[in-house]
């Protein structure tokens, strides 16, 4: 029987996890960030790969992305496990193209970070770069149908976020030049 008044939310536990089992899935946040580097440096390229990973990390402070990577893997490994009912098995396994759930998922990371996100996501998600063509290997035993998409949404929330820092930062100090000038 449920006990519904047993239940709390364990913030940390939900954030730890998250980390944990991006490790577990072969993804790291500096791999992360090189995604990032590659959306934003035409646009910044005095970036570093540290301030992308440091937008990384924001990005996977957010409950509702931590939410969205612990569902997506959870999905992955009972699909590398033949655990799921068919046809959603086969459809999961095979990454099926018509299926779409794996991009609605990951879309609620984008969602956070405003329109910017979903260009970037959109063209990443076309290209694969990077971790993502790993992720996106079929040959190597694992099932990676919701990682890959959310990888990918991660880093386009990572490269709005900075997007929209940097115009915060040049106005900032455009306004400071002119009350220095007055
Ligand atoms: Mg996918």
Same mark, same amino acid.
């Given at each position: 029987?449920?006990? @519904? +008044?047993?239940?709390r939310l364990n913030s940390k536990a939900v954030a730890n996890a998250t980390q944990e089992w991006l490790t577990k899935?072969?993804?790291?946040k500096?791999?992360?960030?090189? !995604?990032?580097? =590659? =959306?934003?440096?035409?646009? %910044? @390229?005095?970036?570093? !790969? $540290?301030? *992308?990973?440091? +937008?990384v990390e924001a990005v996977l402070s957010k409950r509702e992305v931590q939410n969205a990577i612990l569902t997506?893997i959870?999905? /992955?490994? !009972? ?15 095979? $990454?099926?193209? =018509?299926?779409? *759930? $794996? ?6 990371i984008?969602?956070v970070?405003?329109?910017?996100? %979903?260009?970037? %996501?959109?063209?990443? /998600?076309? %290209? ?11 040959? $190597?035993?694992?099932? &990676?149908?919701?990682?890959? /998409?959310i990888?990918?949404?991660i880093?386009?929330? #990572?490269?709005?976020?900075? #997007? &929209?820092?940097?115009? #915060? ?6 306004? #400071? ?6």
């Open positions: 029987m449920s006990q @519904p +008044n047993m239940y899935r072969g993804v790291t500096a791999q992360i960030g090189q !995604l990032v580097m =590659l =959306l934003q440096k035409e646009y %910044f @390229p005095e970036l570093t !790969l $540290d301030e *992308c990973i440091v +937008n997506g959870q999905l /992955d490994i !009972l699909a590398e496990e033949g655990k799921l009912m068919q046809p959603l098995q086969d459809m999961i396994l095979y $990454d099926e193209g =018509l299926y779409g *759930c $794996d991009e609605v998922l990951a879309l609620s984008v969602n970070y405003g329109s910017i996100g %979903f260009t970037n %996501f959109g063209y990443i /998600d076309k %290209f694969k770069p990077g971790v993502l063509k790993k992720l996106n290997d079929k040959n $190597d035993g694992q099932i &990676h149908t919701f990682l890959d /998409d990888v990918g949404a880093a386009a929330s #990572a490269s709005s976020r900075i #997007a &929209h820092r940097k115009q #915060a930062e040049r106005e900032a100090m455009e306004e #400071a030049l002119d009350q220095n000038g007055q």
